[in-house]
Nanobody, 123 residues
Framework: QVQLVESGGGLVQAGGSLRLSCAAS????????MGWFRQAPGKEREFVVA????????NYADSVKGRFTISRDNAKNTVYLQIDSLKPEDTAVYYC????????????????WGQGTQVTVSS
């Protein structure tokens, strides 16, 4: 189990960029797959991207490929989500999550979740 705190959300114009951060506590952070999810009003939570323990494998949802980039710094216990070319449909609460295993393209196995950070994209 790790504790996660997201930051970096805000209000941005369409076409702009944001960098979200997820700070984790725990000495075993490096063994976890880390993922980003998002939930827009009236919609179910959706998978965005995941990264394996050493960053050698990533898995992006089709809707964000080419615009979102996940990275991690295990020495800092932090995972990042760089979001470029923001679109209004990216507006959502973005959640960081940890999974004690390999990446999957959904929320299966993620047992630690942050409180979320709001991303709002204006047109």
């Amino acid at each position: 189990q790790v504790q996660l705190v997201e930051s970096g959300g805000g209000l941005v114009q369409a076409g702009g960029s944001l960098r979200l951060s997820c700070a984790a506590s725990g000495r075993t952070f490096s063994i976890y797959t880390m993922g980003w999810f998002r939930q827009a009003p009236g919609k179910e939570r959706e998978f965005v991207v995941a990264i394996n323990w050493n960053g050698t494998f990533t898995n992006y949802a089709d809707s964000v490929k080419g615009r979102f980039t996940i990275s991690r710094d295990n020495a800092k216990n932090t995972v990042y989500l760089q979001i470029d070319s923001l679109k209004p449909e990216d507006t959502a609460v973005y959640y960081c999550a940890a999974r004690p295993g390999q990446p999957v393209g959904d929320s299966r196995g993620y047992n630690s979740w942050g409180q979320g950070t709001q991303v709002t994209v204006s047109s």
